[in-house]
T-cell receptor
Framework: AQSVSQHNHHVILSEAASLELGCNYSYGGTVNLFWYVQYPGQHLQLLLKYFSGDPLVKGIKGFEAEFIKSKFSFNLRKPSVQWSDTAEYFCAVNGGDTGRRALTFGSGTRLQVQP | KAGVTQTPRYLIKTRGQQVTLSCSPISGHRSVSWYQQTPGQGLQFLFEYFSETQRNKGNFPGRFSGRQFSNSRSEMNVSTLELGDSALYLC??????????????FGPGTRLTVL
């Protein structure tokens, strides 16, 4: 079964610091990769997605992620975080055992940005 | 366009009871997926419905079931509730075209507490 690992469970940063959240997945077949964000009290929202092509993908709110196939990684980055980025971030893949229509999520990383 | 709506938003039940949760997808979306979110297990895929048929299922016991109506609205049912069923249940809808993957849009969730 495919799995997704997010190594950082809780990250605390000061405003303007750079962010990198790690994500590794285990499935070797065709997958699509996603980062979702869950702001306090809000719905899960899609930050960005990788389907094919340029491995560096840009999403909303200044976030970007790089797909490195050889490392099975899809790390999320932001050059300068803001207090409003405080949220929980989930890496996800589709494909594999649950098929192309279902998402397998990582355990999430709680980001706390201090003003 | 209205987003995914879920009712009720909060629910308290006791062990042994059964519960039904409802999800109304975004207008025009034909696929509805359900996920369970818990602090211990994270976000896990339950099942997906399309055209009133379950076409994908996660690794959950048979106490968890669902259905979809002709208007794409979906319900999920949990019978013989256990304490471990306490969770946030998320519904997601998508267009369900023939593409490898269609973006899923998540609802606010129903928080179920089992006492």
């Amino acid at each position: 079964a495919q799995s997704v690992s997010q190594h950082n469970h809780h990250v605390i940063l000061s405003e303007a610091a750079s962010l990198e959240l790690g994500c590794n997945y285990s499935y070797g077949g065709t997958v699509n990769l996603f980062w979702y964000v869950q702001y306090p009290g809000q719905h899960l929202q899609l930050l960005l997605k990788y389907f094919s092509g340029d491995p560096l993908v840009k999403g909303i709110k200044g976030f970007e992620a790089e797909f490195i196939k050889s490392k099975f990684s899809f790390n999320l980055r932001k050059p300068s975080v803001q207090w409003s980025d405080t949220a929980e971030y989930f890496c996800a893949v589709n494909g594999g055992d649950t098929g192309r229509r279902a998402l397998t999520f990582g355990s999430g990383t709680r980001l706390q940005v201090q003003p | 366009k209205a987003g995914v709506t879920q009712t009720p938003r909060y629910l308290i039940k006791t062990r042994g009871q059964q519960v039904t949760l409802s999800c109304s997808p975004i207008s025009g979306h034909r696929s509805v997926s359900w996920y369970q979110q818990t602090p211990g297990q994270g976000l896990q895929f339950l099942f997906e419905y399309f055209s009133e048929t379950q076409r994908n299922k996660g690794n959950f016991p048979g106490r968890f079931s669902g259905r979809q109506f002709s208007n794409s609205r979906s319900e999920m049912n949990v019978s013989t509730l256990e304490l471990g069923d306490s969770a946030l249940y998320l519904c997601a809808s998508s267009l369900a075209t023939t593409a490898f993957y269609n973006e899923q849009f998540f609802g606010p969730g129903t928080r179920l507490t089992v006492l």
